[in-house]
């Protein structure tokens, strides 16, 4: 089982930058596509970015994609999420899972097979 370890959240005030990580503690990591959610208080956890295993394929929500870079360093065992202007809408868990389809670009919570303890991102105005 795959276990993931987010890292990098913090509280930072408006138009400010934050890159968040996500380290895996095994190398079947590397073979998986993972994505990032984020989930406000009191509202569902949605998707917000994802790579496909080998960093070819990254694909965004429409809400953000002008503003969230995802990466991943398959030797470091490591998924980055580089967030630009944050706003206090921003402002969530943010929480990275994978799963074994690779190649596909999934962005369903459902579709996720592990997920990590998540890092707390608070923006403000």
């Known amino acids: 089982q795959v276990q993931l370890v987010e890292s990098g959240g913090g509280l930072v005030q408006a138009g400010d930058s934050l890159r968040l990580s996500c380290a895996a503690s095994?190398?079947?990591?590397?073979?998986?596509?993972i994505g990032w959610f984020r989930q406000a208080p009191g509202r569902e956890r949605e998707f917000v970015a994802g790579?496909?295993?080998?960093?070819?394929?990254?694909f965004y929500a429409d809400s953000v994609k002008d503003r969230l870079t995802i990466s991943r360093d398959n030797a470091k065992n490591t998924v980055y999420l580089q967030m630009t202007n944050l706003k206090p809408e921003d402002t969530a868990v943010y929480y990275c899972?994978?799963?074994?389809?690779?190649?596909?670009?999934?962005?369903?919570?459902?579709?996720?097979?592990?997920w990590g303890q998540g890092t707390q991102v608070t923006v403000s105005s």
């Open positions: 790579v496909t295993w080998t960093g070819a394929n990254r």
């Open positions: 095994e190398r079947t990591f590397r073979n998986s596509a």
């Open positions: 899972a994978g799963h074994r389809f690779g190649m596909r670009t999934l962005s369903s919570v459902n579709d996720y097979e592990y």
